[in-house]
T-cell receptor
Framework: AQKITQTQPGMFVQEKEAVTLDCTYD???????LFWYKQPSSGEMIFLIY??????QNATEGRYSLNFQKARKSANLVISASQLGDSAMYFC?????????????FGKGTTLSVSS | DTGVSQDPRHKITKRGQNVTFRCDPI?????LYWYRQTLGQGPEFLTY????????KSRLLSDRFSAERPKGSFSTLEIQRTEQGDSAMYLC?????????????FGSGTQLSVL
């Protein structure tokens, strides 16, 4: 069965510093997708970044980058130059078979707190 | 683009009552998902629609749960005979496919409290 593990319940960082949020996954599929979502206190899940299992380059979206290490089955999120507005819950998720219309499997999340 | 809208934002009900939630997806999205999130956990998949067809249901979706998307636009999720264990945030998402990725856009959720 597929599984997402986020081992850091909480992370603390100062403004302008970079932070890495860890995510490991378990799957027997060769084709899959990896996602990161941000959930602020308002409750809405905000899509941040996507990495396909066959993508050779790490995905980047602005200040977000995904450090994809396929052999280690890890998909860590790196946020550069943290901002106060980055304080939120962050979820790593996986879709099976890299297909549309399939359920996303989420980890338990990491709470990020950014201080000034 | 007004985003995914969910109504109500909060619902408090007594055990045994029926509740219904509504989700209005982004208009050009043909796929719609329902997820449930309990405190300290990530969202868990409940069910999925492509247009008006319900294509997949999780084992989490007991017989007391029913979802519809009658015209392929908005969707409703009904819980009959609510139990305290149903207390959770119910999230709706709609999606489109961009390149190789299907990106889900979530609403702000409906927080259900069953007393």
């Amino acid at each position: 069965a597929q599984k997402i593990t986020q081992t850091q319940p909480g992370m603390f960082v100062q403004e302008k510093e970079a932070v890495t949020l860890d995510c490991t996954y378990d799957t027997s599929d060769q084709s899959y997708g990896l996602f990161w979502y941000k959930q602020p206190s308002s409750g809405e899940m905000i899509f941040l970044i996507y990495q396909g299992s066959y993508d050779e380059q790490n995905a980047t979206e602005g200040r977000y980058s995904l450090n994809f290490q396929k052999a280690r089955k890890s998909a860590n999120l790196v946020i550069s130059a943290s901002q106060l507005g980055d304080s939120a819950m962050y979820f790593c998720a996986m879709s099976e078979a890299n297909q549309a219309g399939t359920a996303l499997i989420f980890g338990k999340g990491t709470t990020l707190s950014v201080s000034s | 683009d007004t985003g995914v809208s969910q109504d109500p934002r909060h619902k408090i009900t007594k055990r045994g009552q029926n509740v219904t939630f509504r989700c209005d997806p982004i208009s050009e999205h043909n796929r719609l998902y329902w997820y449930r999130q309990t405190l300290g956990q990530g969202p868990e998949f409940l069910t999925y629609f492509q247009n008006e067809a319900q294509l997949e249901k999780s084992r989490l979706l007991s017989d007391r749960f029913s979802a519809e998307r009658p015209k392929g636009s908005f969707s409703t999720l009904e819980i009959q005979r609510t139990e305290q264990g149903d207390s959770a945030m119910y999230l709706c998402a709609s999606s489109f496919v961009q390149g190789a990725a299907e990106k889900l856009f979530f609403g702000s959720g409906t927080q259900l409290s069953v007393l």
